[in-house]
DNA sequence: CACGCATCTGTGAGCGTTCACAGTAGAGAA
DNA sequence: TTCTCTACTGTGAACGCTCACAGATGCGTG
């Protein structure tokens, strides 16, 4: 090391410099840090070593001025701020992306549209080519943002299947009718039979899903769906609550209920709690997401885990993918029914 | 709108365009766009025009080549992975840092450097130039990172003070030794005489300051302080469970703690649910941070508020005024005590 | 009238990289 | 030998912007 050991920023080496000290051309140097095709061994050998010593970095703001591409990707989030803060599983989504991205060196921006002030200025942001394409966020069927961005040419992979879509987008998702079907089935299996549900918004695709995979199983078993077994909540603790008074209100014979978020199944635990039933003894309660809100709660939470980890991976290597040049695609991807006390 | 309506990328406006359509040169332009002096009137209309005609956004590479600036910063977490996703203080941290960077138009780079191979990619990339400036979320004292980013010349600020720091750092911190008194006295008020703590650990600020309120304030009241009442914990739920249960252990007569977080706080509550005390009436519990655990807690955990919207507006103010070339500065928050149902 | 000064404007250079192209050398085929 | 082909290397010319500078204009002052 031969570099500014004392506090301060120096010029940094340019690849003039690494050429220089490796008695190569620049074009050489830039061969050696694409893929090294068409270099000599020897000079690539010599590159390297001048790398090395230099500590040269390459400019990405140099070399995006002439590929055009920034190697970055957006992580874009449209739902109000307080959503984000309090569901768990966007943190797990977004640690993964990062990660996941990490690998191939490519930096995650993180932007959030709150505010339709906030979603044109990010629009544009976006649109002007400073990342390479979006990962975007649960998005509500009303959202325009996804059209938008797809409209634009701007390579896109969604968190989740964006319900109403004309055209065909990439998405990755879990397949949430078929986690639903397995926990109804579980708690049919406990032998409950005034099975209800607190549906997520109904214009999300867990929402719609997960309550198809309800509906399914009941028809399935012979059952006819009580429509006052069913209560639509918001993703949100207080709107599990809510719902799950309306329930008891509507049904007080409800002896199990599947709830579409564990979130949400914290805020039922608590109107259960508080309308004196025990759970898992009087009414049992499965969750969905398996995030660490299952854990926090008491009893813990019976849910449905959403596969994060493989998600997010898919979503990046989709994304990567379609930033190459590849057609969009589908991912869907299995749950895993979590057994534990509250059910 | 006179452009591309469809589908696809089209190459965009440059600078060269719009002074093309607004009849003046680039130089004209880009005084335009960087504050607009020495320009007249009727230039600067025309300019703005002509910019919303052709939809020019600024190619920020192109600005980036040439200022050396990067117009974005990073927000560095060098926790190992699980605590960032398990504590809600972050996320809480992280949004309001996106949305006050948002207000300048700089966009915010996530960055995780969890394992040392990580560590090592991303000081490269940092120290590269391709952000301004670092948001440096928590760190232990054994934490290299913090002093390598200043002996770079990287503006920096931390969140909560860098304890055995040489030389002078930004940060921004809620007054933790403040809040903790506060929440001391109040255990004392409600007449508790055998109060514990549950600390963090000891090499972070948090741990150390708060758990210097706890003694101050005993020592002021003339009460000795016994070492039996004090277990570290490490700010995760499991973490506080193991240091109740010691608790217990070593003081059976234990009948209030003031636990160093509301993430630890949680699992004190699970330790002593299972332990047979009942909360608040055999011990009260205290927590601290005033996260969404407190709120999800059974009974809802009384705790101490770090103003976390101010705290991460004012690190971005702080590390923007750094960029800009101020002396680097330390800001230090009150907190407040928030009284709910467990003590 | 000449001069300084402030305000405004255009122009050339250059930021650090990649890309296309034009070379060079050596090996093998005709 | 000569020609072709492949492997490798160097060299301008961009990419889109900002910055420094030079020029132009108008106004007040000596």
Redesign the interface.
Known sequence: MTMNAT???RR?PTIHDVAREAGVSRGTVSRVLNGGHYVSPAAEEAVNAAIRKTGY??????R??ITGR?D?VG?LLTEP?ER???D?N???L??GC??AL?AH?I??????AGTPD?RR?IM??I????VDGVLLVSSHSGDPVADEL????VPLVACGKPIGRASKMSYVAADDRDGARDMVRHLLSLGRRRVGTVTGPLDTPGGVERLAGYREVLAGEGIEVDERLIASGDYS?AGGEAAATRLLAQAPDLDAVFVASDLMA?GVLTAL?RAGRRVPQDIAVGGFDDS??A????PELTTVRQPWDRISAEMVRVLLAQIGGEDPAAVILPTELVIRGSA
Chains 1, 2 share one sequence.
């Open positions: 506090g301060g920023r940094p970095v390459v400019n990405r703001h140099a995006s001025l920034s970055s992580f701020q984000f803060f309090e768990p966007f943190n797990v977004l640690r990062t990660q990490a060196d930096p995650l921006l993180l932007m959030l906030e200025r544009r942001y649109t002007a080519g400073h797809r409209d634009a040419g603790r914290q709690h660490p809100a854990l926090s709660a008491r």
